[in-house]
């Protein structure tokens, strides 16, 4: 049985940056969502115990190709829907904050706990606003979109970028991609196809339309430098469709690590801190108490990816994919995907 408890995490201005959960349980489970990993830069990313997408890096380590298992059984049964009374329930609350909590629970309140023992971080991503001068008539295309975590202060190296040109085809979502990291990665993963015709999307195109659209909800994966959908396949379509930006919660592991001091720098700064009060009693407080804190906080959070290697040489990987490749008519990726190139 997993346990698993949150807070507010917060920057040193205690600015709210996000949801920390903390996941704690006695044994592995294996419907939990985990990476594994092998020989010749293989990986496959598993949800409840099968694969999703297989992996492999180039060997030049400038991207990585992805194979998008469409047969993966029971993937739209992920988390519950949200329904309209869970809306109007967050509705009482801080909005973002809400659906962090709300998600949180979604996510451990399954009979098998889909985070498996870990820290982890709920954190949004909002739109961009535009600087340039324009009418508030005029809409912004999707492909021009741009989603950013918030701005903090701090060593929170948990900062996500998202472009709407890298939203994916949700109606015909591709079963291989090169993610290219030399131009970024970071795109946007569908799980399954959509139909456009279901009465959930015009009903969130409605509360897209009123401004209570909940949030997408996106799993980071750092080996793959991508987002995946794990709820909100739909609102996000409602929101393409509307063209009203939704807003997205990204889901990641966090790690801390603690960068070693350097004594002899900060006495020759504490010294000049010192001297330029000196010289100018009126000089900021704040400022050099800022100063003070980025120097002695030697903490940095991040996000990476942990995962089993227990591939091996990866032949059966080598042999899911090819059958995959060859039951979709798509074989002619197989011989790039094993050589590890991009052409």
Known sequence: MAQYWWKDLLDRNNTWQGLELMVRGEQHSDQAMEML??????????????????????????????????????????????????????????????????????????PEPLLPTRRWLLRPMDLVNRTAPYSCQQTVPVAHWCFNSPASTGNIGCDWTLYGEDFPDLTDPQ????????????????????????????????????????????????GL?????????????????????????????????????????????????????????????????????NLYDTRYLYASTHSRAILGEGESWARDVGALLHKHQLGEYLERILNRVSD
Request: hydrophobic share 40%; with cysteine.
């Open 37 to 110: 990993s092998g020989h010749h830069g293989r990986m496959a990313l598993q949800l409840q115990g099968e694969t999703l997408f297989w992996a492999s890096m180039l060997k030049d380590h400038s991207g990585v190709w992805l194979v998008f298992n469409a047969d993966h059984p029971g993937q739209q049964d992920l988390l519950p829907p949200v329904t309209s009374a869970d809306v109007e329930s967050v509705k009482k609350q801080a909005w973002i904050s809400g659906w962090c909590r709300y998600f949180a629970r979604q996510l451990m309140g399954a």
């Open 175 to 222: 079963k291989v991609r090169l993610v290219d990291w030399w131009w970024g990665g970071n795109l946007l993963l569908g799980r399954y196809s959509i139909k456009t015709d279901a009465g959930r999307l015009k009903w969130w195109r409605k509360k897209c339309r009123e401004g209570t659209l909940p949030p997408v909800l996106v799993w980071y994966i750092a």
């Open 225 to 293: 430098a991508s987002f995946v959908i794990l709820d909100g396949h739909y609102r996000l379509q409602a929101a393409i469709e509307e063209g009203i930006p939704p807003l997205f919660l990204v889901l990641s592991e966090l790690n801390e690590r603690e960068f070693p001091s350097d004594p002899e720098h900060q006495a020759r700064i504490v010294r000049a801190l010192e001297q330029q009060q000196r010289k100018n009693p009126e000089c900021s407080v704040d400022g050099v108490n800022q100063t003070l804190i």
